[in-house]
């Protein structure tokens, strides 16, 4: 007699496409419903990327996590993980051990996360290495290379009640229009930034970062912009803000760090799209909480329309 195999599907709206997971139980589905409460379906568009997860405490995995990618394809390996995805049949599978079911958060950074956003890169939703806000319906992109002050400026912007995307990447939709998508995350500060906070450590690019929590009010709203300014950074003396033309801000996100220079070209057009919108250099001086109120001053004053 053949053993039943119990297949359960539920649909998620990431970034404006329909990701249907398929799960073998029903702890799994209950993981996956906790891990992305904001994400549930509100379209009937027809799935462009599927994630199977199945539940299975035989695998070893790696010690700790490998990740590799080989053209359309991605190869995940962590301890009890096993997983990979194909960018072009929108298809990726993952085996994870039961330790990550009662863990939402982990099932989601260790494994979900990794194959999700392999596949929403690779269908139109471009990444860039820049933090963003809200404000209104503008999406406020601050970019720049590490240890500009990306994190720091969203810390202060969640302090101050701004609705935050990303403090480290975001996903730049070209078609039909501009939208800007955040993947919302706990931001990674450096602890001396952070000295209100005693979470989690975590090495972040090489560099240790202070793992601090997004604030309800940080969450408020859809993750996503239908326009957007964006704000080079750089540090000196002086808070200022200076005009910049498109060639300008375009070079200023030219310079691509590991992993989002899979996808140069797509990078390319992101960046080109972004500086054609506006585009500012903002010079940071010592306090990040000051800039945000004057970035706040400044918008409210019509810097969006240029």
Do not use: C
């Amino acid at each position: 007699m053949d053993r039943f195999v119990l297949e359960l599907r539920e649909r998620f709206d990431f970034f404006g496409l329909a990701v249907d997971f398929v799960f073998d139980d029903l702890s799994l589905l209950a993981a996956v419903r906790a891990a992305y409460p904001e994400w549930r379906a509100t379209t009937r568009a027809e799935p462009k990327i599927e994630i199977r997860l199945t539940l299975d405490d035989r695998v070893n995995g790696a010690v700790s996590e490998d990740i590799s990618v080989d053209g359309s394809r991605l190869t995940l390996s962590a301890s009890g993980v096993s997983g990979e995805a194909d960018a072009r049949s929108g298809r990726a599978q993952a085996r994870v051990p039961s330790r990550l079911v009662d863990d939402p958060a982990a099932l989601a950074a260790e494994v979900v996360d990794t194959l999700l956003l392999f596949l929403l890169t690779r269908s139109g939703r471009t990444p860039v290495h820049a933090a963003g806000l809200l404000l209104g319906d503008t999406g406020v992109v601050l970019a720049g290379p590490s240890g500009s002050g990306k994190s720091t400026l969203t810390l202060a912007a969640m302090e101050r009640g701004f609705s935050v995307l990303s403090d480290d990447t975001l996903y730049i939709q070209l078609h039909p229009a501009l939208r800007v998508w955040g993947f919302r995350r706990p931001l990674h500060v450096f602890p001396e930034d952070a000295p209100r906070f005693t979470g989690a450590t975590r090495l972040r690019a090489g560099k240790l970062k202070t793992v601090v929590p997004l604030a309800a009010g940080a969450r408020a709203g859809s993750a996503v912009a239908d326009k957007a300014v964006l704000l080079l950074l750089e540090r000196g003396d002086r808070l200022g803000l200076t005009r910049l033309d498109t060639a300008t801000a375009e070079a200023g996100l030219a310079r691509l760090d590991p992993g989002f220079d899979l996808l140069a070209r797509e990078s390319a057009k992101a960046a080109q799209a972004l500086a054609a919108g506006g585009a500012w250099r903002l010079t940071l001086a010592r306090d990040p909480g000051a800039a945000i109120d004057f970035l706040r001053e400044r918008l409210s004053a019509g810097l969006a329309e240029g």
